[in-house]
């Protein structure tokens, strides 16, 4: 059903939610999960995968480490950094590449949050044709 499960991240808490949330969807389905976090801090965003900061050294072993987590449950896991807006980062990587489900996180921020704030989850449900998963975080 999903062969492969693409899982956005922001590296806040709110990551463990669907973190654990995948690791028995994907177990259940023999998916293979493709770990996204989007660097967007003033390096990542003017200097893309060319970027050195302490940010995306911070980000490259945080995505590692879940990678880690999700191989030792015997999930097939990959991780990728991209640099820039998460929603347009996002909806770039679905596009060019395959994957059969997006698993986010929510924030859960209400109306007026979402139009100062935007919402990368608006975005990309929006503008993808896959189905995407929104798991409000506690």
């Known amino acids: 059903m999903y062969k492969t499960i693409l899982v956005t991240l922001d590296g806040t808490p709110t990551d463990r939610a ?6 028995k969807l994907a177990d259940l389905l023999h998916s ?3 770990l996204l976090h989007v660097a967007d801090g003033w390096a990542a965003r003017t200097y893309g995968a060319d970027a050195v900061s302490p940010e995306i050294a911070e980000d490259t072993a945080y995505l ?8 030792s449950a015997g999930i097939p896991t990959e991780a990728e950094l991209a640099f820039g807006e998460p929603g347009e980062q996002i909806v770039k990587w679905v596009r060019g590449k395959s994957c059969d489900l997006v698993a986010m996180s929510t924030h859960g921020h209400r109306f007026l949050a979402d139009l100062f ?3 990368t989850s608006r ?7 896959v189905p995407v998963l929104l798991l409000k975080a506690r």
Request: no cysteine; glycine share 4%.
């Open 18 to 23: 669907i973190v654990e949330h995948i690791k």
């Open 32 to 34: 293979r999960v493709v």
């Open 123 to 129: 975005r990309v449900r929006h503008s993808v044709s």
């Open 64 to 71: 590692q480490n879940l990678q880690a987590e999700f191989q």
């Open 117 to 119: 704030l935007g919402s």
